[in-house]
């Protein structure tokens, strides 16, 4: 079985400042991990994914996440925040057969200006 | 590449009555589209997965009689939501994906509201 564990259901940070969403996951396969981005009344717009090549993946919009196995994290991080970034972020997680991917409860981005 | 496309964004039906939603991949053929509901802050729940040309898996709890999902084509599926009521009203998001990919390609979501 699999599951993913988003810490922090808000995050708030100053525009310009640095961006840290956490999630860890549970798989008792190797597994791939997703960051997706939801502005309100839309649907899910890919950030970047972890299919076990690079540890280090870089997705749209400068938000980089780094995979590590040791500590079954792939926190979501963007050096500086835009006003734009403001929005929600789930952490998913999937390749425990049958195709379903499994997604973390959300994370609030909220920009200061 | 890889849209997806659902229709209508919004719709306000009657309770009792029933709707149907259509997802469509624009420009790749989907073997498995999967359907999701999302309550207001909250995460995506899978409804179901629909591989073409077979029946649906509901998840557990999902109520196929009530939640009608047709994958007829490699390019369409639809989920019909038979005799609404207001329970019902939620965002429902469909994705799709193809081969032996793990990668989801999500449409932009219908909002439902049953009066």
């Known amino acids: 079985a699999q599951s993913v564990t988003q810490l922090g259901s808000h995050v708030s940070v100053s525009e310009g400042a640095l961006v840290l969403l956490r999630c860890n996951y549970s798989s008792s396969v190797p597994p791939y991990l997703f960051w997706y981005v939801q502005y309100p009344n839309q649907g899910l717009q890919l950030l970047l994914k972890y299919t076990s090549a690079a540890t280090l993946v870089k997705g749209i919009n400068d938000f980089e996440a780094e995979f590590k196995k040791s500590e079954t994290s792939f926190h979501l991080t963007k050096p500086s925040a835009h006003m734009s970034d403001a929005a929600e972020y789930f952490c998913?997680?999937?390749?425990?057969?049958?195709?379903?991917?499994?997604f973390g409860a959300g994370t609030r981005l909220f920009v200061k200006a | 590449g890889a849209v997806v496309s659902q229709h209508p964004s919004r719709v306000i039906c009657k309770s009792g009555t029933s709707v149907k939603i259509e997802c469509r991949s624009l420009?790749?053929?989907?073997?498995?589209m999967f359907w999701y509901r999302q309550f207001p802050k909250q995460s995506l729940m899978l409804m179901a997965t629909?591989?073409?040309?077979?029946?649906?898996?509901?998840e557990q709890g999902v109520e196929k009689d009530k939640f009608l999902i047709n994958h007829a084509s490699l390019t369409l599926s639809t989920l019909t939501v038979t005799s609404a009521h207001p329970e019902d009203s939620s965002f429902y998001i469909c994705?799709?994906?193809?081969?032996?990919?793990?990668?989801?390609?999500f449409g932009p979501g219908t909002r439902l509201t049953v009066t």
């Open positions: 998913a997680v999937s390749g425990d057969g049958g195709f379903k991917t499994i």
């Open positions: 994705s799709a994906k193809t081969g032996e990919s793990y990668e989801q390609y």
């Open positions: 420009d790749f053929q989907a073997t498995t």
């Open positions: 629909s591989n073409e040309g077979s029946k649906a898996t509901y």
